[in-house]
């Protein structure tokens, strides 16, 4: 744990420099748009220990992986997001002396990441070696309005020097990955240009050809006003920009105004590239500071009116669980389907920045619940266009028939991983897509996605369940052996029963699918089983499975076995570890941890919440007193399931306990390990836990159902829900409930199992 930043309700604030937090702070203090994303580094020169970290989604590498023994279904490649050529330097001389905050003397420094309007600011005093002191003021975004635009103002005050101060505006190709194998260099820097007004660095991957271009435009103040000053041309081999500066006396001020294009052959062609940055910055230069900020500004205040949580009496909570939100819309909005969500945000290399099953688990809810329904729909698309490739996994370990099994963890939909445990173990995953079909039709009504893509996947994943299970003579019943389920402390398990449910759910689903398109569009359907060469026979297999698949019973307490082995483990409660030995993935052996009976995240608790309608109070109560105390919680998923089951039957302190630990999972560094970057799975858990958690919200029978439980710290919380179009918002007293009809037709809703009738635009009061 490693809490050292102030409580305020829309900012995040760090008082005082303190260089061994430099790497944390630049995980947490890291802004993005959606479409590109930087950490928090100095803009100006820094030789203290830094990770420099800029990053473009959909833009990664494939690593080459020394596999000398050549195992039959491994992955020859490690892709990777890259960091890309660093378009925020801004370096900074008083006369010789080149600012930098390891060796200067600072003081009064603060850091403020301003959630509201999505802008990130420091200032400080600074004092050289030969004692010239200036006062600092740096500021900068990345439009949420324009986003392949950034802008940084940077603005220096003399305290006490006369002389020249001089500014270096650039972009730098001499990068590296923090996370490389054979520090491999992933760029060829095709151009560096600088003319009077703009300069640009044009880059392209050394595999993959993807193609970069950065450019900028700068203006220059002196008290402010606009100094028309010749620059010095900056043009080296991987680096561009401007060198410009002026003389100031004692209590001057000068401000250098930096204007960004960021673009990339995701989106232009690489004959317009340069041209098309280069017009962008000055465009953007000609729009001004204001403007720009303005418009970006603009799209952050309706981000908030629609999915802000507003917790009372408790700011740690609403300071966390709004740097979560805001954090989740940087790294995806859902605006390009071609993009999936990056578990370690634009925040470093953390997981390299590739799809996993998480976001099937736990970040499809959220975008649900907070953007249109073409976000969500996108996230299906980007897994219903690697199809093919699930396929062509699933072939190369053996599966026929066009049985299907999704990457472990992707950019392009090919596996990007070599351990077993995850690439053949986790085949969990496979399910977790199933659910996220069912779970998008059911929050939108929006079933034509079943017939446009979603039964097609469907019946592959139920091919891949068909032929992954083996019949047991001795137990009589279908077999799932050697997995790794949800809790990934545990693997090659035979049994793990989230993995045999989620296998026996999926079949279920995709018969009922299978009748539902027929009645849909029998044309299509019709066509889509001559396609694929299905018959009717193969359903009759799937209902035999469903029907007797084994899963494994704690004869002890009559709790649901996690997997065939579990009650074979060294038993220990995460309660019995020493703080020293905290985490035990950074302290213990991966054998010891195999061994123990300790749980990274939930497991039987996941499904337990995925498919609570199956499973009653007391059942979900007696499996979470057995199994939350062997939990370690050591993914950033944990804290927030957790919590919300326990709201959910009735352990409130030990749900406002959990959910503290899950929104500010990242901000009080829990996991010790953020300097690598954030937790964004973890995020969309926290908003759970407040949404489906204390909130109590379900979907039944196509309406929406809520069972509000109010902590005892809190007076009240609300938050805005999108559902089937419309905008809902709940804000939930001790006493009551007030529910507005924002946007949409008349819609019911269910509060504590009574229907009420709230009609468009209108807001109803209701007794709890």
Same mark, same amino acid.
């Given at each position: 744990?490693?809490?050292?930043?102030?409580?305020?309700?829309?900012?995040?604030?760090?008082?005082?420099?303190?260089?061994?937090?430099?790497?944390?702070?630049?995980?947490?203090?890291?802004?993005?748009?959606?479409?590109?994303?930087?950490?928090?580094?100095?803009?100006?020169?820094?030789?203290?220990?830094?990770?420099? !970290?800029?990053?473009?989604?959909?833009?990664?590498?494939?690593? #080459?992986?020394?596999?000398?023994?050549?195992?039959?279904?491994?992955?020859?490649?490690? /892709?990777?997001?890259?960091?890309?050529?660093?378009?925020?330097?801004?370096?900074?001389?008083? %006369?010789?002396?080149?600012?930098?905050?390891? *060796?200067?003397?600072?003081?009064?420094?603060?850091?403020?990441? #301003?959630?509201?309007?999505?802008?990130?600011?420091?200032?400080?005093?600074?004092?050289?070696?030969?004692?010239?002191?200036?006062?600092?003021?740096?500021?900068?975004?990345?439009?949420?309005?324009?986003?392949?635009?950034?802008?940084?103002?940077?603005?220096?005050?003399?305290?006490?020097?006369?002389?020249?101060?001089?500014?270096?505006?650039?972009?730098?190709?001499?990068?590296?990955?923090?996370?490389?194998?054979?520090?491999?260099?992933?760029?060829?820097?095709?151009?560096?240009?600088? $003319?009077?007004?703009?300069?640009?660095?044009?880059?392209?991957?050394?595999?993959?050809?993807?193609? =970069?271009?950065?450019?900028?435009?700068?203006?220059?103040?002196?008290?402010?006003?606009?100094?028309?000053?010749?620059?010095?041309?900056?043009?080296?081999?991987?680096?561009? !920009? @401007?060198?410009?500066?002026?003389?100031?006396?004692?209590?001057?001020?000068?401000?250098?105004?930096?204007?960004?294009?960021?673009?990339?052959?995701?989106?232009?062609?690489?004959?317009?590239?340069?041209?098309?940055?280069?017009?962008?910055?000055?465009?953007?230069?000609?729009?001004?500071?204001?403007?720009?900020? !303005?418009?970006?500004?603009?799209?952050?205040?309706?981000?908030?009116?629609? &999915?802000?949580?507003?917790?009372?009496?408790?700011?740690?909570?609403?300071?966390?669980?709004?740097?979560?939100?805001?954090?989740?819309?940087?790294?995806?909005?859902?605006?390009?389907?071609?993009?999936?969500?990056?578990?370690?945000?634009?925040? !470093? /290399?953390?997981?390299?920045?590739?799809?996993?099953?998480?976001?099937?688990?736990?970040?499809?809810?959220?975008?649900?619940?907070?953007?249109?329904?073409?976000?969500?729909?996108?996230?299906?698309?980007?897994?219903?266009?690697?199809?093919?490739?699930?396929?062509? #996994?699933?072939?190369?370990?053996?599966?026929?028939?066009?049985?299907?099994?999704?990457?472990?963890?992707?950019?392009?939909?090919? $596996?990007?991983?070599? /351990?077993?445990?995850?690439?053949?173990?986790?085949?969990?995953?496979?399910?977790?897509?199933?659910?996220?079909?069912?779970?998008?039709?059911?929050?939108?009504?929006?079933?034509?996605?079943?017939?446009?893509?979603?039964?097609?996947?469907?019946?592959?994943?139920?091919?891949?369940?068909?032929?992954?299970?083996? @019949?047991?003579?001795?137990?009589?019943?279908?077999?799932?052996?050697?997995?790794?389920?949800?809790?990934?402390?545990?693997?090659?398990? #035979?049994?793990?029963?989230?993995?045999?449910?989620?296998?026996?759910?999926?079949?279920?689903?995709?018969?009922?699918?299978? /009748?539902?398109?027929?009645?849909?569009?029998?044309?299509?359907?019709?066509?889509?089983?001559?396609?694929?060469?299905?018959?009717?026979? $193969?359903?009759?297999?799937?209902?035999?499975?469903?029907?007797?698949?084994?899963?494994?019973?704690?004869?002890?307490?009559?709790?649901?076995?996690?997997?065939?082995?579990?009650?074979?483990?060294?038993?220990?409660?995460?309660?019995?570890?020493?703080?020293?030995?905290?985490?035990?993935?950074?302290?213990?052996?991966?054998?010891?941890?195999?061994?123990?009976?300790?749980?990274?995240?939930?497991?039987?608790?996941?499904?337990?919440?995925?498919?609570?309608?199956?499973?009653?109070?007391?059942?979900?109560?007696?499996?979470?007193?057995?199994?939350?105390?062997? *939990?370690?919680? $050591?993914?950033?998923?944990?804290?927030?399931?957790?919590?919300?089951?326990?709201?959910?039957?009735?352990?409130?302190? %030990?749900?406002?306990?959990?959910?503290?630990?899950?929104?500010?999972?990242?901000?009080?560094?829990?996991?010790?390990?953020?300097?690598?970057?954030?937790?964004?799975?973890? &995020?969309?858990?926290?908003?759970?836990?407040?949404?489906?958690?204390?909130?109590?919200?379900?979907?039944?029978?196509?309406?929406?159902?809520?069972?509000?439980?109010?902590? +005892?710290?809190?007076?009240?919380?609300?938050?805005?829900?999108?559902?089937?179009?419309? +905008?809902?918002?709940?804000? =939930?007293?001790?006493?009551?409930?007030?529910?507005?009809?924002?946007?949409?037709?008349?819609?019911?809703?269910?509060?504590?199992?009574?229907?009420?009738?709230?009609?468009?635009?209108?807001?109803?009061?209701?007794?709890?």
């Amino acid at each position: 744990m490693n809490k050292y930043l102030q409580y305020d309700p829309w900012s995040i604030i760090e008082e005082g420099f303190q260089e061994n937090k430099q790497l944390a702070s630049e995980s947490i203090f890291s802004i993005g748009n959606g479409q590109i994303g930087q950490r928090a580094n100095f803009e100006e020169f820094y030789s203290g220990e830094t990770q420099l !970290g800029s990053y473009i989604g959909g833009i990664y590498f494939p690593e #080459n992986i020394a596999n000398l023994n050549k195992k039959i279904g491994y992955s020859s490649n490690s /892709e990777k997001i890259i960091n890309a050529p660093n378009w925020s330097v801004i370096n900074v001389r008083l %006369n010789d002396e080149k600012l930098d905050l390891a *060796t200067w003397d600072v003081k009064n420094f603060r850091r403020v990441l #301003n959630m509201r309007e999505g802008i990130l600011e420091r200032t400080f005093e600074a004092t050289s070696f030969k004692g010239h002191r200036i006062q600092v003021n740096v500021k900068r975004f990345l439009s949420m309005a324009e986003t392949e635009v950034g802008a940084i103002s940077f603005t220096i005050k003399s305290l006490n020097f006369e002389g020249r101060i001089s500014f270096q505006p650039l972009i730098d190709g001499e990068i590296i990955n923090q996370n490389t194998i054979y520090n491999e260099t992933f760029w060829n820097i095709l151009q560096t240009k600088t $003319e009077q007004d703009v300069s640009f660095l044009w880059a392209q991957t050394r595999k993959k050809d993807f193609h =970069f271009c950065a450019a900028l435009s700068y203006v220059l103040y002196k008290n402010n006003e606009l100094l028309n000053i010749n620059p010095t041309k900056i043009e080296k081999e991987k680096v561009a !920009g @401007f060198s410009v500066g002026t003389d100031v006396k004692i209590g001057e001020t000068v401000c250098l105004n930096k204007y960004i294009a960021i673009t990339s052959s995701l989106k232009h062609s690489r004959e317009e590239l340069t041209e098309y940055a280069c017009n962008l910055s000055l465009a953007s230069q000609k729009k001004g500071w204001n403007q720009l900020f !303005g418009e970006h500004t603009a799209v952050w205040h309706k981000i908030w009116s629609e &999915m802000d949580i507003m917790i009372d009496s408790d700011l740690a909570a609403q300071q966390a669980i709004r740097y979560n939100i805001f954090q989740l819309i940087q790294t995806y909005n859902g605006n390009d389907e071609k993009q999936n969500i990056n578990p370690g945000v634009f925040s !470093g /290399e953390k997981l390299n920045g590739l799809t996993r099953w998480d976001t099937e688990a736990v970040c499809i809810p959220f975008y649900l619940g907070n953007l249109n329904q073409n976000t969500a729909r996108n996230l299906l698309t980007f897994r219903f266009k690697h199809l093919s490739k699930a396929i062509q #996994n699933a072939a190369i370990l053996g599966f026929e028939n066009g049985a299907a099994l999704f990457p472990a963890a992707t950019f392009n939909g090919k $596996e990007s991983i070599n /351990e077993w445990e995850k690439s053949f173990g986790e085949i969990h995953r496979n399910g977790l897509i199933a659910y996220s079909i069912f779970d998008y039709i059911r929050y939108t009504g929006d079933e034509n996605y079943l017939v446009e893509c979603g039964l097609q996947e469907l019946i592959a994943i139920a091919r891949f369940w068909k032929q992954r299970v083996n @019949f047991s003579e001795e137990k009589n019943q279908f077999v799932i052996c050697g997995v790794a389920g949800p809790n990934n402390y545990e693997c090659n398990v #035979n049994n793990n029963w989230f993995t045999n449910h989620i296998a026996v759910w999926t079949l279920k689903f995709t018969i009922e699918c299978i /009748e539902k398109v027929k009645k849909l569009d029998n044309e299509k359907f019709e066509a889509l089983m001559h396609e694929i060469n299905f018959s009717d026979d $193969e359903t009759f297999a799937w209902k035999n499975i469903a029907e007797n698949m084994y899963f494994p019973v704690n004869n002890n307490n009559g709790t649901i076995l996690q997997q065939d082995g579990f009650l074979d483990k060294f038993k220990i409660k995460a309660s019995e570890i020493p703080e020293s030995q905290l985490p035990v993935s950074m302290h213990w052996t991966r054998d010891r941890i195999l061994r123990s009976s300790l749980i990274k995240q939930p497991d039987v608790l996941l499904g337990m919440f995925l498919f609570e309608d199956n499973f009653d109070k007391e059942t979900i109560s007696r499996n979470y007193d057995y199994y939350e105390p062997f *939990t370690v919680h $050591e993914s950033a998923i944990s804290y927030g399931i957790h919590s919300l089951i326990a709201s959910r039957i009735g352990k409130e302190q %030990n749900a406002m306990e959990l959910f503290l630990k899950s929104c500010r999972y990242d901000l009080d560094d829990l996991s010790c390990d953020v300097a690598e970057g954030l937790h964004v799975t973890g &995020m969309a858990a926290s908003w759970m836990a407040v949404v489906h958690g204390f909130g109590g919200m379900q979907i039944k029978n196509d309406q929406l159902y809520f069972t509000p439980r109010i902590p +005892v710290e809190w007076n009240a919380f609300s938050f805005t829900i999108h559902f089937r179009l419309n +905008v809902l918002n709940f804000h =939930f007293e001790k006493e009551k409930a007030i529910v507005q009809n924002v946007k949409g037709s008349d819609i019911f809703v269910n509060i504590n199992n009574k229907p009420f009738n709230i009609l468009s635009g209108n807001l109803l009061e209701i007794k709890l």
